[in-house]
């Protein structure tokens, strides 16, 4: 079976992934293919940063706008559209670039799918009606009873992935642990990593603070209001209202809180998102690290991996 080849930019939120990969497909033809949960969505822009239609224009961009607010886009969903993707754009003879920060995308798309159900409206429905009643101390008990393994690894107040671990035991009768110790190979690819890493990370925090207040000033806050008129059946506990940020508006436009305090937690929001890609990339194989903020020439640097890669694979090939 062929096996195709693609490149991959990983990095954390705010590290200059989307800026890289642009300025590498000035000197190679790149296909972006992205790797955001987020940038999925219709109509969710400015909170997520999602590439301009000036920038799609200059660089075919796949994986963008796709779905409404009000679907969902699972991680086998992501492996099936990549691996195509990449297919596809190799046999238009040019270079398939994933770039993001979704780790659960990329771990799924190199290390195999798990047999994991959908999700079940009924059960989600029970679960937040125990969680409003009981609270979520309730169900993570009942996780570390039923669920171990799980419990230990997450932190008590994760209320998506709790839920979610409940939800899997209810629906097949098995842990969620079992299920992710039984992955499943399911793509013929091979992904070569360029992963960015900031040796220090207040500089990171600085660049999240930064564009939070860049983005208000964008108008992220009249989008959510647009996104509620647009979509009347959304509420925050979709989970395109769950991305960094927009949970947080959704709180604020509700009046649970005031302007500085919605401020100060979207980007306490974002830069925990950042420590949880970082520690995601700190346990991968990476082909390549860089550092965002303190490489004396990245794009040099990055141009020089792309050239070596493209040029192996192309002997590898003849």
Not at 34 to 42: I, K, M, P, Q, T
Not at 111 to 129: C, H, V
Not at 162 to 174: H, P
Not at 293 to 302: R, T
Request: hydrophobic share 40%; proline share 5%; charged share 20%.
């Amino acid at each position: 079976m062929t096996q195709f080849s693609a490149l991959a930019i990983l990095g954390p939120t705010a590290s200059g992934k989307t800026a890289l990969a642009l300025r590498l497909a000035e000197y190679f033809p790149c296909e972006i293919i992205s790797l955001d949960s987020a940038l999925v969505y219709r109509d969710i822009d400015i909170g997520t940063a999602k590439p301009s239609l000036d920038e799609r224009a200059r660089v075919p961009h796949h994986l963008i706008d796709i779905i409404s607010p009000l679907n969902t886009y699972s991680a086998a969903d992501f492996v099936r559209d990549c691996v195509q993707l990449v297919a596809d754009i190799r046999a238009r003879g040019r270079i398939p670039l994933i770039v993001g920060g979704t780790m659960m995308y990329f771990n799924a798309l190199t290390q195999g799918l798990n047999d994991l159900p959908d999700a079940d409206e009924q059960i989600r429905a029970t679960l937040q009606a125990q969680k409003a009643q009981f609270g979520l101390a309730f169900l993570y008990q009942r996780l570390q009873q039923c669920d171990p393994i799980t419990a230990a690894r997450l932190k008590e107040n994760d209320s998506q992935r709790i839920e979610r671990a409940l939800e899997v035991f209810e629906l097949t009768g098995k842990p969620l642990s079992t299920h992710l110790q039984t992955a499943q190979s399911v793509a013929p690819l091979r992904v070569h990593t360029i992963t960015l890493i900031p040796e220090q990370r207040a500089l990171l925090h600085e660049q999240i603070n930064r564009r939070f207040e860049i983005m208000l000033q964008q108008g992220f806050l009249d989008e959510v209001i647009e996104l509620k008129r647009k979509y009347p059946e959304l509420n925050e506990n979709m989970p395109s209202m769950r991305c960094v940020g927009y949970r947080q508006a959704w709180a604020y436009l509700a009046g649970e809180m005031d302007k500085n305090a919605f401020v100060a937690q979207g980007q306490a929001a974002t830069r925990q998102l950042a420590k949880r890609q970082l520690t995601w990339l700190r346990k991968l194989p990476a082909n390549h690290i860089l550092d965002p903020f303190s490489h004396h020439n990245i794009v040099q640097a990055a141009l020089n991996i792309v050239d070596n890669f493209e040029s192996c694979l192309k002997e590898r090939n003849e």
